[in-house]
C-alpha cells in the first residue's frame, strides 16, 4: 500500500527525505508542501548503520552516489566509505569519508598534458593535488543507548568546498503508544517540491505522535523554532518557504486512515513448503509485506492547525536589505486546514519465483490543502495553485529477476502548466531494489531523481 502517512507526517518538520547532498543521507521536508513521493522518503536506518552493512557487498566498501555539487568542477560522483565505527553494548561511534574524484583526475590530467617530459617533479607537482581539501568531506556521528526506549544521537560533517560545520543532535523516546522526538540541526537543510535545497541556520522540533492503531486514528502534536534567514542551498533565486522564515510555531494534527481489501489470497503452508522429488524445501517470500496477491482501496483525511509567533507571521518584503532571500507569501499567524488521499493497490504474484512473480500498482490520489482547493473553485485569483492542485501518485513494480524489482514513482499534477495543457509528470524517481529474505521486509535500493539529478544506494527496512 502506499504511504498514506504522509499526508499528516508531511505537515511538520520532521519528515526526513532521501538526499546525498549531506553526509547522514537526508534532508527535511518543507512542511505544509505538496505530499513528497515515497519513493524519496528517507531510509529509517541511520547513514551510518547502511553503510556498515553495505560494504560487505561493495568492492573495497566504497559506495557511490551522484549529487550536483556547489562547486562544477568538483563534479556530481563522489564515493562513501564507512571509515571507523567502533562499539559497544549500548554505543557506537562512526566516522564516514566521502571523495570526489573528477577535479582531481582532471588536474592531474592537466598537469601532465602540459609537461615536456614526464620526469619527477611533474610527478610530484600532480601528487600535490591530492591535498586539495575541497574533494573530501568528513562525518562523525555517536549514538547512545540511555535506555531500552530513550536513546541519543549526535553527528557533525564537513563539507570540503565549504566553510562551517552541520550539527545534528536528536533524542529519541518511546512510550508504549506514542513517540517523543527532539530534533535540533545548526544548519538544517530543507527541500520543497521544486526540488530546491534551502539551509536554515537554525532549526529545533519537539515532536509527540502517536504509533499507529487499530482504530485508524493517529495525532501529532509540535513545537518547532527557526532561526536566521534560509539560504538557497543549490539555487541562485526562488522565494523561501514561509515555514522557513524566522519564528516559533506550535501545531497539532489528527487524521483517520482507513482500508478494506476487495479480495486477497492469502498464504497458505503449501505456499512456503515446496515438494520435489530431493524432498521439500522452505521458500518464502522475499519480502513478507509483499507474499500476498490482492486488490484493495484505502483512504486517510485529517486536519491541521497552527499558530506562530515572532516577525514571520506578518507579510514582508521579497528581498531584505543585505540581499537575503525571504517571501512574499504571507503566513497567517493562526491557521487551520484539512487534507487528504484516496488510494487504490493491486498485486499480482507471491514475490517467491525467479521470474513473473511480482507485478504492483498503486495510485494514490492527494489533496494536501483543503482550503486551496476550495478557494481556487470560489475564488481562483487568491488561491494557492501549488496547494489547490490535487496530485496524483502512480508506484509501478516489476519483478525483474529472483530478488531484483524495477519501481517506477511518479507524480502527476492534475492541473495546467504554461504551455502544457491538462495533467503533465511534476516528478519521478526510478529505482532497482534487491530484497534480502533474512531481514524479512529489507531491501538495498539504488534510486536516481532525473529532477534533482541525485542518485544513491541505500538499505530500507519494512518500508515499500
Known amino acids: 500500500m502506499a504511504n498514506l502517512e504522509s499526508a499528516i507526517d508531511s505537515a511538520f518538520w520532521d519528515q526526513s527525505i532521501s538526499s546525498p547532498q549531506t553526509l547522514d543521507g537526508s534532508a527535511k521536508s518543507v512542511p505544509g508542501e505538496p505530499f513528497p513521493l515515497d519513493g524519496a522518503r528517507a531510509s529509517k536506518a541511520l547513514r551510518i548503520q547502511q553503510l556498515s552493512f553495505l560494504r560487505n557487498g561493495f568492492p573495497l566498501g566504497i559506495i557511490p552516489s551522484v549529487s550536483p555539487p556547489s562547486q562544477k568542477d568538483l563534479g556530481s560522483f563522489s564515493l562513501q566509505t564507512l571509515l571507523l565505527r567502533p562499539s559497544t553494548s549500548n554505543w557506537w561511534f562512526g566516522l564516514i569519508g566521502q571523495f570526489r574524484p573528477k ?79 527532539l530534533d535540533a540541526a545548526w544548519p538544517e537543510l530543507f527541500m520543497d517540491h521544486k526540488g530546491k535545497y534551502w539551509e536554515v541556520p537554525e532549526s529545533i522540533s519537539l515532536d509527540m505522535s502517536s504509533l499507529p492503531s487499530d482504530s485508524g486514528l493517529q495525532y501529532h502534536f509540535g513545537i518547532h523554532k527557526n532561526s536566521g534567514h534560509p539560504q538557497a542551498f543549490n539555487a541562485l533565486d526562488g522565494e523561501a518557504p514561509s515555514a522557513l522564515m524566522p519564528g516559533l510555531c506550535a501545531k497539532a494534527a489528527f487524521s483517520y486512515q482507513k482500508r478494506k481489501d476487495i479480495w486477497r489470497q492469502k498464504e ?144 502527476l499534477l492534475l492541473d495546467s502548466k504554461a504551455g502544457k495543457l491538462g495533467p503533465h509528470i511534476e516528478d519521478v524517481i526510478y529505482s532497482l531494489s534487491y530484497s534480502l529474505r533474512l531481514l524479512r521486509s529489507g531491501k538495498v535500493v539504488a534510486w536516481y531523481s532525473p529532477k534533482r539529478k541525485e542518485g544513491m544506494i541505500e538499505l530500507r527496512l519494512f518500508e515499500f
Open 103 to 181: 577535479k582531481l583526475i582532471s588536474a592531474i590530467k592537466t598537469e601532465l598534458q602540459s609537461a615536456d617530459e614526464l620526469e619527477l617533479p611533474v610527478f610530484r607537482d600532480a601528487a600535490k593535488h591530492f591535498l586539495d581539501k575541497s574533494l573530501y568531506s568528513v562525518a562523525l556521528a555517536t549514538q547512545l543507548s540511555l535506555s531500552p526506549s530513550t536513546s541519543l544521537l549526535w553527528s557533525t560533517e564537513r563539507q570540503g568546498e565549504k566553510k562551517g560545520y552541520r550539527n545534528k543532535f536528536k533524542i529519541y523516546h518511546q512510550l508504549p503508544d506514542h513517540d517523543i522526538t
Open 268 to 411: 497458505t503452508k503449501e505456499d512456503l513448503i515446496i515438494k520435489t522429488d530431493k524432498g521439500s524445501y522452505w521458500r518464502p517470500s522475499y519480502d513478507v509485506r509483499l507474499r500476498e496477491p490482492h486488490a484493495a482501496i484505502s483512504g486517510i483525511i485529517g486536519g491541521t492547525c497552527a499558530a506562530w509567533f515572532g516577525k514571520g507571521s506578518r507579510n514582508v518584503e521579497s528581498q531584505s536589505e543585505d540581499n537575503i532571500p525571504t517571501t512574499n507569501n504571507k503566513r497567517s499567524p493562526l491557521s487551520a486546514d484539512f487534507f487528504g488521499s484516496a488510494c487504490y493497490t493491486f498485486q499480482h504474484g507471491q514475490f517467491r519465483k525467479l521470474y513473473f512473480d511480482l507485478t504492483r500498482v498503486d495510485a494514490r490520489l492527494d489533496l494536501s490543502s483543503l482550503s486551496s482547493f476550495a478557494k481556487r473553485i470560489f475564488q481562483s485569483s487568491s488561491a494557492n495553485k501549488s496547494l489547490s492542485s490535487p496530485r496524483l501518485n502512480l508506484i509501478f513494480q516489476q519483478q525483474v529477476a529472483g530478488p531484483i524489482v524495477f519501481r517506477v514513482d511518479s507524480k
